[in-house]
């Protein structure tokens, strides 16, 4: 027997597009679209329950298998090394970061993490979707360093940049 079930559509073979991989301002919108991306991306039930990680407990603002959403300061201003990010990836192959401010000197430390996120996630071909205060071109403040050595978050931008035109090698379809 064949069941045909829902429209014309399959939601899984669609891409998202820049405007989803990096949203700005912070707004009841963009929240709205990120709890959509949530429920379109999860492969099972979502929970809001802390997530364990390395024998941790991150607060997160949901997880499923497939997905995992966090705010920006659950993740960045948390004392996270590059390993922890390298096992999230490991084990969501989209990464929500919402309310990500601009970056200037007073978070100094939150970009650095920031900044290996995004290259944990870049290395790896995964889906980082990004929900900010401002447009990317703004996201780092001039002068921004990290432990008073300047960090290249020219590459950071550029590699953002790199994810959201080429969704087709960022993502699971």
């Given at each position: 027997d064949?069941?045909?079930?829902?429209?014309e559509i399959d939601f899984r073979q669609q891409k998202l597009?820049?405007?989803?991989?990096?949203?700005?301002?912070?707004?009841a919108h963009?929240?709205?679209?990120?709890?959509?991306?949530?429920?379109?991306?999860?492969?099972?039930?979502?929970?809001?329950?802390?997530?364990?990680?390395a024998g941790r407990e991150l607060v997160c603002q949901q997880h499923a298998a497939g997905v995992v959403w966090f705010r920006f300061t659950e993740l960045c201003e948390?004392?996270?090394?590059?390993g922890d990010y390298l096992q999230l990836v490991r084990r969501y192959p989209n990464i929500i970061v919402s309310e990500v401010p601009r970056l200037a000197a007073s978070h100094e430390d939150a970009a650095r993490r920031f900044a290996?996120?995004?290259?944990?996630?870049?290395?790896a071909k995964q889906r980082l979707i990004i929900s900010?205060?401002?447009?990317?071109d703004e996201l780092f403040a001039t002068g921004l360093s990290?432990?008073?050595?300047?960090a290249d978050f020219d590459k950071i931008r550029s590699r953002l940049e790199a994810m959201k035109s080429t969704e087709t090698l960022f993502s699971l379809g």
């Open positions: 064949t069941l045909q079930i829902g429209g597009g820049a405007q989803d991989l990096y949203q700005y301002p912070c707004d963009s929240r709205e679209r990120l709890g959509g991306l949530v429920e379109w991306l999860s492969e099972g039930a979502i929970s809001e329950a802390p997530l364990a990680l948390a004392p996270l090394a590059y290996w996120l995004v290259e944990v996630v870049y290395d900010a205060e401002v447009a990317l990290s432990r008073g050595v300047a």
